[in-house]
């Protein structure tokens, strides 16, 4: 196993054990990508990163994060933020501008119980 100044791993190196615990290799995930085997051992060989799509293809079939695929590090959010941001991500614009409304309206209203309770 090579390593990387990250952590230690080569993102092949986090690949090939999440494919281990599905039971599953390379070949199977480069049929998944539509991709050809010798590109994942051609990573390894090089120590390089894939190119990011195949990254975000790779993280979404593995279901791990995009940053924790490279990294080998997650992001700090906790599984509700996670979720928030997923459920930001389905929503239309329309739909995410009457968020950002409310969203405004109750940061003015804290401010403004602060700053009334600061006077007082």
Known sequence: MKENATNGMLIVDRIDN???KKGENRVTLA???GIK?????AWSTRGTVPAGDICLRIAEYL??????LISGKESGLSNEEKWLLA????L??????TVRTLLDKWE???TAREKKSLDA
Do not use: C, F
Request: charged share 25%; no cysteine.
């Open 31 to 33: 049929d998944a990508l």
């Open 63 to 68: 279901n791990v994060s995009v940053e924790w």
């Open 18 to 20: 999440l494919l281990k």
């Open 108 to 110: 003015a209203d804290r």
């Open 87 to 90: 459920q930001w991500g389905q």
């Open 37 to 41: 085997p010798q590109n994942i051992s």
């Open 92 to 97: 239309d614009p329309t739909q995410q501008d």
